[in-house]
């Protein structure tokens, strides 16, 4: 692949901007979170184009960000933020992806290691036993269509009106596990027909549960506020989407969106950022169904949760109650949101888009939950399956300069076949088994394109964003088990 | 290049390269790499026949809509298929039967599930001797 060879200035040690002069149409500049080295990997691809090609959206405001996971994507690049004007601005299905509120969950327990890994095999077998995941794999949850409705509306509150979960755990989503606006009749019978045999299954690619235990704790106070009091706590990280539902969603609005760029006389770079006015009919229709998608997501993660506590007590020979596995938090970390940030000196509403990127609002923002005001957002980044996760926390920094978000992951660095070439006669569980980490997976090549090699080092991606002051880092925990779909 | 079809390599989705003499043989040779990449297609039989029209604007958004027409297929009906016979086809309208079978998780082995086909580096180009078509999987 081409090596991109556009402008780049340095801003600081891990910044750097792509100047507006770049391309003619570029309304704003693009601004880069790296450091030296993951730059280098950066410039192997073209996600620098696509920050570049993101900065010609209508309304835009600030600058075309990107996160140190960044790599290349369809029209935004993964790892992809901007903000554009609600009054005057777009919006674009392609500055959300296709899963939409793909997220990360995590919870907490009273158990520690040396608890769990005397039970880690009957546990795996247990999780993988309960939980669907793979590839056209049907869930247990039977909705028919004005039930799956009540799930794009209500969220995560279904599955908990439903037994999945406490009403405990509403409090700690973000959006309370159901954003407001969402359009159940702006989504298609296919969609429907996709979705409502999925609920509550795992899915693909690189979703996955796993059983992991603290390794480091970097602000004990922040941490014990958020339910991490000690070294060897075992927490349970869950990584999943809208599935085939939010798949179609976006399909069909882009559809909807080619025409649209025409009818409102939009210029693009790229097809994939086809868009909308948010104000104009097709803008609200999506937004309305994003958000069915999203809240769809919420009740998926809510459910495999339920699940996970069962198999937790049913492996530990404990009750329920006893494990303590109390939600920390849920983000979405693909999603568009409308949200009131600082443009110049004044309030305006944004729609924030938020492409492989997570929200990472500051202490004292009204959407943080009660109990967590005072420290900040939590904040979720999963590493890959060999090494290690981070809980982070939003900053003040983050909303004056990213739209309050930061990154979300490790970010590929390998083709999913180039990693299966370079693992190729491995036994990836075998490996992972002598790290101490037990496996079960649906695929054994899924496995292969998942390996860590595959992905940038999610220490380094999470020093870059701590070092630009976008977020602080409060803990890391290393894995014991995953479930790999 | 086997059958028409090359996997193209991305770092976080999957490319296909189709070529075929006419736009006719290129769209099929498309499909079939699509189900390439989801299963083997040597496991899969053509017991059934499935009647498939596509409407779109232009011809990138008729590759786009063929190939997400069997996507949903896939992922809502469980279905794979390997022949592609079609009967007619303008720069915005197809027409065509697919043959295949529902899955049999017994027999067939699902490599990867497919979220949708992109419009990024979208390709539908004419050649010597025929067209070349390229697109990007969301996986």
Known sequence: MAKWDGPLGRIDDYRWEIPRSYKEGMRVPGLIYSDEEMLGHILNEQALEQVANVAFLPGIVGRSLAMPDIHWGYGFAIGGVAATRADDGVISPGGVGYDINCGVRLLRSDLHRDEVLPHIRKLMDQLFADIPSGVGVSGRIRVDNRELSKVMVNGARWAVERGYGEADDLEMLEEGGAMKGADHDGVSRRARERGAPQLGTLGSGNHFIEIAAVSDIYEPEVARVLGIDREGQVVVLIHSGSRGLGHQVCEDNLRVMEKAVKKYDIRLPDRQLACAPFTSPEGQDYFGAMAAAANYAWANRQAMTHWVRQALAKAMGRSTRDLGLRLVYDVAHNIAKVEEHTVGDSPTRVVVHRKGATRAFPPGHHEIPLRYRMVGQPVLIPGDMGRYSYLLTGTEAAMKESWGSTCHGAGRMQSRSAAKRAMKGQDIAAMLEKKGITVRASSRSGMAEEASEAYKDVAQVVEVVRCAGISRKVMRSRPLGVIKG | ?139
């Open chain 2, 1 to 139: 290049m086997e059958n028409g079809f090359q996997i193209l390599e991305h770092t976080a989705d999957v490319g296909l390269m189709a070529t075929g003499s006419d736009l006719k043989q290129a769209f099929a040779a498309a499909a079939a790499g699509l189900f390439s990449i989801i299963a083997q297609s040597r496991q899969i039989e053509t017991r059934d026949c499935h009647h498939i029209e596509v409407k779109a604007e232009d011809a990138d958004s008729l590759l786009v809509g063929w190939l997400n027409e069997f996507i949903y297929l896939f992922d809502a009906r469980h279905l794979l298929f390997k022949r592609f016979d079609i009967t007619e086809i303008t720069p915005t309208s197809l027409v065509a039967e697919a043959w295949g079978e529902p899955v049999d998780p017994s027999r067939h082995h699902i490599k990867m599930g497919v979220k949708a086909a992109t419009y990024h580096t979208l390709k539908v180009e004419r050649e010597f001797g025929g067209y070349r078509l390229q697109v990007l999987f969301d996986v």
